[in-house]
């Protein structure tokens, strides 16, 4: 399986972010993009692979401590504890804050559409002044506030390649993903919630956090191309372990190409930074790589993405 | 229906709080309290609920706006919109900041069991000085990391009395939740999730924001002796539209009785300031008041609690 | 002394506006305003002012309880205690967070000029654009970093008309801030900074903190017309209890008057929200109401303001 | 001048805090420790050292953006900028939000008293477990509400020692300190602000940020034995461009000896990580080296310290 397919010049970008475009598919003011994919049937048949009553989360703890990838903590105090004498009465209780700028790269979020403007556009071409100091006018992250419910696939390609984790910069191209689903014996369809493992956590785990952005070292992530596959399946969600992208970039010219085709061409509902270290352990179990996935943002009014906490139900 | 039942006297509060107490029935160590009576089955059970695959949110909007139930309002600003000008490069990202000390009255969120201290002691008796200026030794809300997964089953008590909103004061009974049963179809049992509905929020939209605490208007909620009921009931977890709190207090010389026995003697999993007046309009065309509940806090540690959004799939 | 002063007509307030105008007086890119009027001299002044060495807060101190003047509380949660177990090292430190959003009606702070847009223009004629998402590009706080010193002048109203404060909507003339002077012996003069009371904060404590916005019961301040005297005394800068601003406006149609034309027009340095209460204890003591005053807003890029705890030195 | 001098032992450093130990000097409640050095006197003869009306920052700029030393950036995000619809009404306002976790290695700010434990006891014996979870009962930072003004005292140890700054590690000396006096044709004494220059700052400024902890590289400061000579002379306050620590310690498995020494025994106010670069160059041409000093502390209840600007007035 090559690690290093060919990169994906200027004009072929340009080509694909047509192909793969969904602008005007649901209405000019849809706000849902890829999510129209899931229907009721989709989730009935979900919910039927629940058989063992197993929940994993797939989120990390939330990080509040800075270092490489993390240069923006999470904030949480106590706004009481329980150190207070009893004179105050009864019960005591005690509370917390808690804060966060979310779209960070070791903090698992869910991003609005809003997120991303491409050439001053927004998904479904509408204007990224929409989106001003006060937050998007449009967009925003309530889009999903009913929650997004559906069958989750695993591809594990670290499982597929025989080792723990896939190494910064290497892509997966759709032959792989391809190889992946015949190993384990599943298939990627219409209205799926795509989890996509580069074993990005693993080796957070093991070797510690770096920093994976375009100037530190990068990371494992989907070729480009591959959204053409995502597109000709219909599929309706993508949550991955590090963020979809490979980094440094195999577009030419391009920053966060897979970013860019998901959520502003085809309006896909896209998450970041999950860890799928305790899924695996529950799939190789269950011998089975598709489960129910609960996807529930906080309900958060203009709202760019939220923090959040998905799981997969067994 | 007897809307103003008798008071508890402190004697029998003692006696009430003896009665549910599940200190030690799952080890000295247990953190998940009641959710340790749902079982895979009860999640497989519910799972089978999902007939036509509806979801909807039980969650309020986050609410960034101070008013008299919301002295301490959330904080949502934007970190940076699409103002900027495009030589920043492509493609742009809009990103927010989000923070709130959220055990309010306004806020949807579910209670770590930490969360209350009564004569000193945690739930299972552990010793309330857990609990620092640096959070919770114990009991946070990472116990609940994982979802909480199961069958919900909706108590409409504004249904049976044929009114919009129960008012100010009013506590609910074991006989007229016997009799929501009877009216709906459906009875609470081992491993469920009770999603107690008092139209608090149908209130809040009609009528506007209210002082709703001890010092001010008060709200309605259960009876101190509905916790026997659910005690032997075993049901998991609480979802109400206020707090499940009735202020006054029908408990003689006792503030927040029914956290106290929920949380304190029972450990059960709470939530706070639901809204379920989008849940009742499709429980009213479902024609039925049962349906899987996920429920997926964030995983923070040493949280005393989280927002959260739980829905209902149908 | 008459206390409801006519109205100014929308033509006269444009009137105003191009009377006080300092556009351009300092260069295009001056960011300093009517503190160009402070020279060395002025401050070496100021300094000989100081004979008994004492020193006041003209600040409220910060407040953390929402309130009808306080949507927006400050936040402030211990970070650490010394609750913590000694075996975490010697020594043990506590240390705290601390936020605001301080452009509040009860947090003592100071403007920057880019505080104020009108007609799309900031002040010097700057494009209001100039403020995106991310903070003003110029005009920022930092413009004030080396702090603003010189000499104070109290003008104490309610001292004149020999009551504990004014009423909400009563505004102070050009006539009664002169009578003011030769009451207290002092002049406003070129270089100094005004300090303007009404008793605001007298009587929030006498009678408790009250909704004064223009949606609210107002407060008292001064008449649009004074900003001429202000303009031809060359005054430096303006420290009042409330914001300056009478409640309803006495300028037809304007919301903010004194806002506009001592911020936009003039590049007034101005605070808001003060507390004169120890200060005027001191006054009468030492028998002046001139004195050193030192200011020194926090070191903040793109800071629209910021919160601070100016001083008498007397 | 020797630039590694003998290390203080365990014994050594208890007779130390024996020696330098103001604790009941000012009474079992006193809550200004050396500030009661500064008399009104002192603050008289301050303000003739105003002879030319030049003030200067001795603050940084506020650091939002992480690095090695900044583990805990302060965070700003506008609440609202100038581009919303002028429909919204004149004037328009723009606003911001500022939160910090100030006392870092890299924000200027001032230390409570109660910052510091040590053994159980804060400054004036008083007990540790007074700062609870909701913050400090006792000795927080109002106790400088009304600013600190005096005479300021820059001792330059990198001008003396002909150097651009000091290297981590290197501790300076009574003799030293001593040696810069003479140099400078100034004296530090009874009721005096010393300033305390190692270029700690220019380091930065011209090699980078580094982790200056005791788990990093270190930094220069003052050699513990100089708290004898602050205390023989009676200084009232320490404003030092580190925070005044050698880092490793120079006292035998003591960390953070000098605040243990200036804090807790003797109730100095003590602030951290200034900045002269701007002062030094004002001093070389006004060729003196002492000035008016005016630190004015944000008026924070219960404020374990505070971010502050302070400024000298020359």
Same mark, same amino acid.
């Given at each position: 399986m090559k690690t290093t397919p060919s990169p994906v010049s200027a004009k072929e970008f340009d080509e694909l972010f047509k192909k793969v475009c969904n602008w005007n598919?649901?209405?000019?003011?849809?706000?849902r993009g890829t999510l129209n994919y899931i229907t009721g049937e989709h989730i009935c048949a979900a919910a039927k *692979?629940? $058989?063992?009553?197993r929940s994993v989360s797939?989120?990390?703890?939330?990080?509040t401590v800075a270092g490489p990838d993390n240069p923006r903590p999470a904030a949480h105090y106590m706004?009481?504890?329980?150190?207070?004498?009893?004179?105050?009465?009864?019960p005591h209780f005690c509370t917390d804050f808690f804060a966060s700028?979310?779209?960070?790269?070791?903090h698992t979020h869910i991003d609005a559409l809003c997120h991303i403007a491409y050439k001053g556009k927004l998904y479904?071409?509408?204007?990224?002044?929409?989106?001003t100091s006060q937050g998007? *006018?449009? $967009?925003?992250?309530?889009?999903?506030a009913h929650g997004i419910v559906g069958r989750g696939v695993l591809l594990d390609i670290p499982r597929l390649r025989g080792v723990k984790w896939l190494e910064p910069g290497e892509a997966v191209t759709t032959e792989e993903l391809e190889a992946a689903e015949k190993a384990q014996g599943v298939k990627l369809g219409e209205g799926d919630i795509f989890l996509f493992r580069t074993g990005h956590h693993r080796r957070r785990l093991e070797l510690g956090p770096w920093d994976n952005s375009y100037d530190g070292e990068g990371k494992a992530g989907l070729h480009s191309e591959v959204m053409l596959m995502l597109h000709n399946r219909k599929v309706a969600a993508f949550l991955p372990d590090g963020d979809g992208e490979t980094v440094p970039s195999?577009?030419?010219?391009?920053?966060y190409p897979v970013h860019i085709l998901q959520i502003?061409?085809?309006g896909m509902a896209c998450a970041d930074s999950l860890q799928f270290e305790e899924l695996v352990a529950v799939c190789e179990e269950e011998k089975r790589w598709e489960f129910m996935v609960a996807i529930t943002p906080l309900?958060?009014?203009?709202?760019?993405g939220s923090l959040f906490n998905p799981i997969a139900i067994f």
């Open positions: 598919k649901w209405g000019p003011d849809d706000e *692979l629940v $058989q063992s009553g797939l989120a990390l703890p939330i990080n706004v009481q504890g329980h150190d207070i004498d009893s004179d105050l009465g009864e700028e979310f779209h960070g790269d070791c479904n071409g509408k204007s990224a002044s929409e989106v998007p *006018l449009l $967009q925003d992250i309530t889009a999903y195999n577009a030419e010219g391009i920053a502003n061409a085809m309900r958060l009014p203009r709202g760019t």
